[in-house]
């Protein structure tokens, strides 16, 4: 009996969770993102906080061009999958939030080893943002200044 009980609330949820996880890989591996995508969201509905869960998600959001739904799941994901940073670097970058896609590229290149043959690529993207971020601040700053001009 004890087995019985063990196996349909143990081994048997594991067992659909895995075979889902693996139908949701094989989506994904085949570009079809919609349907690996909601794969992932009926995981996330039983198990909202899963990192694992949430990157895929994101993955699958961020190839449907989904930013803001990406954005969201790849901040769920927590810091357990590095590369997800140099993914919200990109995506904060199209998204205008310049000063939040300099902290992640920044992320991602710490994680790097200094040999890494890519460095050189994730470095020119952080200047992108950097110079972005730098720009729309002169922006806002000069906006500003022109508003405050014209109360005078």
């Not at 922006?139 to 005078?152: F, G, P």
């Amino acid at each position: 009996m004890r087995f019985k009980l063990f196996f349909c609330f143990v081994v048997l949820p594991n067992i659909i969770f895995a075979q889902s996880i693996s139908e949701g890989e094989t989506y994904f591996n085949n570009k079809q993102y919609a349907k690996s995508l909601s794969v992932y969201e009926a995981l996330l509905n039983k198990r909202p906080n899963n990192a694992l869960y949430n990157y895929n998600s994101a993955r699958c959001s961020y190839e449907l061009k989904d930013y803001e739904n990406a954005i969201l799941h790849f901040e769920k994901a927590g810091n357990k999958f590095p590369i997800r940073n140099l993914y919200l670097g990109e995506l904060y970058y199209q998204t205008y939030r310049f000063d939040n896609s300099v902290a992640a590229y920044q992320y991602y290149i710490e994680t790097l080893k200094p040999d890494d043959k890519n460095l050189i690529i994730y470095q020119e993207k952080l200047r992108k943002a950097e110079n972005a971020a730098r720009l729309l601040t002169r922006s806002e700053e000069h906006t500003s200044e022109l508003q405050s001009r014209q109360y005078l």
